[in-house]
């Protein structure tokens, strides 16, 4: 849709992510998304993202949320916030995109979608990598049945948060590896796959004391809060007799060399990134072995921030699902619950909540 009025946006949260990723990448679809101000607990962070290219630098949440001109926001909050900042905005009226985990609960979670949907307001969640065109592409050519029957898939993401993350601290206490990281490969996963019905997991505090190695707190020692290190063994809600499994690898406390998304099925595999848009695709096949392909025309190398909102803008204006949907975050953030729960039950755990199957791009995406 290339006719749409923008949606007036505001981002919450003005940090790395919001500087490095988001205010760049929603400036470049300028007919889905107007960022018309900022606001961050830290007043500088807000100035320094309007300065560069303008926008009211917003005093208070209340403020942005008290303003009518104000129809969305996008909170890049720290984990811990994003619950009461997104349900605050949906109960003020606004429409939320929000950076994952939806929120640190699966009830928190639960309340979002329900007081979303019961608002008339949409709610989306990143990430938003499955959008990119690798992502698209091998999904395409998985349901065409390229690779046969899926039996398998495997997600790792992580590395020792504190040597380079300035806020290493705050995702250590409050997020851990598996409700910070995990939702990349899941939300490919989900996608690709289907919803997860049943996790084992496999999870612990390895580095309990950790000392700040960069950002304003180097030298400062802390306490880990959550599990730093584990892995989950997932039994997808698939109709094959025999099921599809998976297995995802998360830690802060070491850099594993799995691949970071691999699918698998009766007739080959890919391998591909689950947290960047582009980088290439692996292939395998019986007969030639992991072969490298050239990316799809159009993929963007990195991660492309914006995606998400742009469809997130679309879907406004259009009365429709946001692809990267609240409900399918919340199902992901209940799968990383369960696995730390299965851990301290050492019993497997089965996953409730399910989600709208998710639309594909199509030939021509929303932010085309
Ligand atoms: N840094 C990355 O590589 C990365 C990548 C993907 C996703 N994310 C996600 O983006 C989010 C933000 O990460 P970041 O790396 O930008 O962190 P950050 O610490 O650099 O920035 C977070 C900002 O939010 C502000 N903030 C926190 N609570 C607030 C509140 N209640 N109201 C207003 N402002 C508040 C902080 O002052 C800070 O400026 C996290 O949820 C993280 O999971 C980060």
């Not at 505001?10 to 490095?20: E, N, R």
């Not at 025999?242 to 691949?259: C, E, M, R």
């Not at 259009?318 to 199902?331: I, K, S």
Request: aromatic share 8%.
């Amino acid at each position: 849709m290339t006719n749409m009025t923008p949606v007036r946006t505001v981002i919450v949260g003005c940090g790395m992510i919001a500087a490095g990723g988001y205010q760049p990448r929603c400036q470049a679809y300028p007919k889905h998304i107007e960022l018309v101000g900022f606001y961050d607990q830290d007043k500088a962070r807000a100035s320094a993202l309007a300065e560069r290219e303008g926008g009211k630098v917003y005093a208070s949440l209340e403020e942005v949320l008290n303003d009518p001109h104000v129809e969305a926001i996008v909170n890049l909050t720290l984990h811990i916030s994003h619950y009461p900042v997104s349900l605050a905005a949906l109960k003020a009226g606004k429409h939320v995109y929000s950076e994952k985990p939806i929120s640190i609960k699966t009830d928190e979670a639960n309340e979002l979608v329900e007081t979303a949907e019961s608002n008339g307001l949409k709610m989306a969640c990143a990430p938003s990598a499955i959008l990119g065109y690798v992502q698209q592409n091998v999904w395409q050519r998985i349901r065409e049945g390229e690779i046969g029957d899926v039996i398998s898939a495997l997600g790792n993401f992580g590395g020792p948060l504190e040597h380079w993350h300035p806020s290493a601290e705050a995702f250590l206490q409050h997020a851990g590896p598996f409700r910070d990281v995990a939702p990349y490969p899941l939300t490919a996963m989900t996608t690709m796959i289907g919803p997860v019905k049943t996790v084992y997991g496999f999870a612990r505090v390895a580095v309990p004391k950790r000392v700040m190695q960069t950002g304003p707190r180097e030298g400062h020692e802390f306490t880990v809060k959550e599990k730093d290190h584990g892995f989950g063994v997932l039994e997808y809600d698939v109709p094959q007799k025999d099921g599809a499994h998976g297995f995802i690898y998360h830690s802060f406390t070491v850099t594993s060399q799995l691949p970071p998304y691999e699918i698998h099925g009766t007739k080959g595999g890919f391998s591909l990134q689950a947290h960047d848009d582009g980088r290439g695709i692996k292939k395998f096949t019986p007969q030639g072995g992991w072969q490298d392909e050239p990316s799809p025309e159009k993929s963007f190398v990195g991660l492309d921030w914006g995606k998400g909102v742009a469809d997130f803008a679309e879907a406004i204006r259009m009365d429709r699902n946001p692809r990267c949907n609240g409900a399918q975050a919340r199902h992901v953030l209940e799968v990383c619950e369960r696995i730390l729960e299965s851990s301290d039950l050492g019993r497997p755990v089965d996953v409730v909540s399910r989600f709208p199957d998710p639309p594909p791009v199509g030939d021509v995406a929303p932010w085309e």
